[in-house]
């Protein structure tokens, strides 16, 4: 078929690149110091025979990280940098991932190689029949499995376009042949920019059958881990394919089907054999060495080209002689593999033509920017701008092996700078990041529907559950965040199960309000809106007001809600019970937000300071949020006799709100262990009250260390339907909570079960 032709079609240009990508990432797991890690699979990381994300590959200290599948390039790398995290975060701190395809110095023993520890007893039997058959050795070679599907519309309108006469499903078979026959063709041409395994280091080689080092790629020659020579099959047609894998398998040659480890598998079904029935569906491309200067073994860029130049291997046409066609690249690839990295190609001449053809290829298509295109000339007349040439050369100095570690530790580093993100998804809020870091470890599926509503679909196994900015789930029916919504419903509720609230009135004008200034003028008074939340709005005199202070508290409160509450001011401390499934898994102390005094500088250059702490940040994406210098920030500096220009003395402490929300630039305490079960039976009391299965409610106490049921013991403020969680797990100061993992033992305790 005339591929070509048909891709000029202006129809098919929206789908040209479009497609659907996987990566299956393996890496060794080192100490900082780059030593082979003798330590088990970490516990953290849930039940490996199910989980979807994060596995153990041949040996116990070999991790396999694995993406879901994606419809564009930034979501595959949305969910690979995600994965690393929790991979980095769950090892021990003093861990890392090693960032080269050869392992670190291994063990002398090869005893000393654990093979993985696996529940199904007959998984563990096949990797002793691979350790028998190959060597533990040559099962530590890591690399990049980058799985590619053509997007079906593409493959659509490729098939209403060539008019072959055949049934869909045997068009998609051969296009898939076809690119697969010339990829396992040309990709010594690949191997020579993208091949990074110069060299191998101590106790990986143990005997005279060894490359002459340094290499271009030992993991790509016949030194890598390949299979016996006597293992061959026909590429020719898919009845072929299958054909000599049954057979080899039935003589003995392989094992299972899965031990043939060729360049390219093809896919279609749970085993090699639904091919048969099922076609082609995707190729899964097995020779990319892992990238040492990308943190996640492979960047955008490469999979962009990589797509690119499997598009392009649609259009090339084969010699007569199809399993002839690939075995001159195994030849060719052979070749090149065993080059010196800073040597030019024996096959130069040809590696210019193809990139001649890329360009013309680019340009009669009209494609964007292709990625690496316009290196490659550069890259074949210097042999040192290759991956492999770029290490070998930092190599020179110190060795591999420290470029390595160097490049481990800044990876390492970046993963834990800020452990309370995700990386992928930094744009939510911090609570939902918090959770999808915990459900990605316990090897619970998570796909966001949502990411601007903060809406998650978490699935394990058949069992799926939808949660709403991290804690609104299931578990609480609809009335629930309608009742704690509405502020004055909550006190009625409240007050008829015995509990004690403040009292006070509610407004629906602010003439209404200003008329009821003379009740409250000499008592202290909150006036707050009666259905926003995070603290928003929220005005606190403690001693009463003036009539224009309170006249702008009510402004300030109508700005946030078409309706106000005034209320009595409770004296005492506040804090904030965290309820989940009838118990508090968490309190905290909230410190109002607050500068101090060094006698030098202004109250908002002390903000400005403060604000820098990288634990602080905005919209709840930092643990901690910025502190502001707004209208109720100045009323507040006003009632202590500042303005933001003031220059407090040296260790005075400057409130900027009287409201203690973390969400206004406050601080958080857990106190969590501080209170006795009486309080805590209160506040689970007051949540059942409302009928919420997860709440975040406010106490006010005067004195914890009093009986909770003696007169004035505590008043509760609010309840909230959507407490946020990430103050309690990563607070100002104390132990944090792991709230997430909580509201993921309520949705899914099957997993924790099987985790134990």
């Known amino acids: 078929m005339m591929i070509k032709n048909i891709l000029k079609q202006k129809a098919l240009f929206p789908y040209l690149l479009k497609g659907r990508y996987g990566i299956e990432r393996e890496a060794q797991r080192v100490t900082l110091a780059g030593d082979f890690s003798g330590t088990d699979h970490p516990a953290v990381l849930g039940n490996r025979s199910f989980h979807p994300y994060i596995q153990t590959d041949f040996a116990e200290n070999q991790l396999e990280l694995i993406t ?55 998984d563990v039997l096949y990797r002793r029949y691979l350790a028998k058959t190959y060597g533990k050795r040559k099962q530590m070679v890591s690399g990049i499995h980058f799985n590619f599907e053509f997007a079906d519309r593409f493959l659509q309108q490729l098939y209403e376009a060539s ?108 085993r090699v054999a639904d091919l048969a ?44 002689d199809l399993d002839e066609w690939v075995k001159i690249g195994d030849r060719m690839n052979d070749t090149v593999a065993l080059e010196h990295p800073l040597a030019q190609t024996a096959y130069l001449q040809e590696a210019k033509e193809i990139v001649a053809e890329l360009y013309s290829f680019a340009a009669e298509l009209q494609l964007p920017e292709v990625p690496y295109l316009a290196q490659l000339g550069d890259m074949l007349e210097n042999p040192a701008l290759t991956f492999a040439g770029k290490l070998f050369q930092a190599s020179q100095s110190a060795g591999q092996a420290a470029v390595a570690r160097e ?113 409250i003028a000499k008592s202290g008074f909150v006036v707050k809106p009666k259905t926003t939340n995070y603290g928003l709005g929220i005005s606190i005199f403690k001693e009463g007001a003036s009539l224009a202070d309170y006249q702008e508290a009510v402004a300030i409160a109508f700005a ?41 500088q202004t109250i908002e250059a002390l903000v400005k300071e403060k604000n820098l702490d990288p634990l602080r940040g905005s919209h709840h994406r930092s643990p901690l949020e910025w502190i502001q210098l707004g209208n109720l920030e100045q009323l507040m500096l006003k009632e202590q006799g500042y303005t933001i220009g003031s220059v407090p003395p040296e260790g005075q402490i400057v409130y900027l709100r009287e409201n203690s929300n973390i969400s206004t630039g406050g601080d958080s305490i857990d106190v969590t262990d501080d209170f006795n079960e009486e309080y805590k039976a209160i506040a689970a009391a007051a949540v059942a009250a409302l009928g919420a299965s997860i709440c975040g409610i406010d106490l006010i106490i005067p004195d914890k260390t009093k009986p909770a049921d003696s007169e004035g013991a505590y008043g509760i403020i609010e309840a909230n339907f959507n407490p946020a969680m990430h103050m309690h797990v990563y607070p100002y100061s104390g132990a944090g909570q792991r709230l997430t993992m909580s509201v993921l033992r309520l949705l899914f305790p099957e997993v924790f079960d099987a985790s134990n």
């Open 163 to 270: 008019d072959q006469g055949v049934e869909y499903q045997s068009f998609k078979t051969a296009l898939y042949l076809k690119v697969t026959r010339n990829y396992l063709h040309y990709r010594w041409f690949l191997t020579y920019f993208f091949g990074a395994t110069p060299t191998s280091e101590a106790n990986y080689f143990t005997d005279e059958q060894r490359p002459t080092e340094p290499v271009r790629s030992i993991r790509n020659s016949r030194y890598g881990y390949t299979n016996h020579p006597d293992v061959t099959v026909s590429y020719e047609s898919l009845e072929n394919y299958l054909g000599d894998i049954a057979a080899l398998v039935e003589t003995g040659k392989l094992q299972e089907e899965k031990e043939f480890y060729a360049p390219v598998r093809l896919r279609g079904g749970r």
């Open 277 to 320: 029935e099922a076609g082609i569906r995707y190729i899964e491309i097995r020779n990319i060495d892992i990238d040492p200067y990308a943190a996640y073994g492979i960047s955008k860029e490469q999979v962009r080209f990589l797509h690119f130049f499997l598009l392009f291997l649609s259009t090339k046409d084969e010699g007569a």
């Open 68 to 122: 879901p599948v994606a419809d564009t390039v930034d979501e595959l790398f949305r969910y690979l940098g995600a994965i690393h995290d929790v991979a980095y975060r769950s090892m021990a701190p003093e861990e890392m991932l090693w960032p080269l395809s050869m392992p670190p110095a291994l063990p002398k023993a090869e005893a000393d190689i654990v093979i993985a520890k696996l529940d199904q007893f007959e």
């Open 560 to 600: 946030e809600d078409q309706s106000i509450l005034v209320e009595s001011f409770l004296a005492g401390t506040e804090y904030r019970f965290f309820v989940i499934d009838g118990r508090v898994d968490a309190i905290l102390l909230r410190i109002p937000a607050n500068v101090v005094g060094d006698g030098r």
């Open 407 to 519: 490049l481990g530790v800044a990876y390492h580093q970046s993963a834990w700078a800020r452990p309370y993100q995700l990386a992928g998804y930094r744009t939510l809020e911090l609570s939902t990041q918090i959770l999808m870091f915990d459900a990605i470890q316990k090897g619970i599926k998570v796909t966001v529907l949502d990411e601007t509503d903060q809406f998650l679909r978490l699935q394990a196994g058949d069992h799926i559950e939808y949660v709403k900015n991290a804690n609104m789930t299931s578990k609480d029916q609809y009335i629930v965040p309608l009742i704690m919504a509405n502020k004055t419903v909550t006190k009625k509720v409240l007050a008829e199960h015995g509990f004690h609230v403040p009292s006070g009135a509610e407004f629906a004008t602010a003439a209404a309000a200003i008329d009821y200034y003379p009740h």
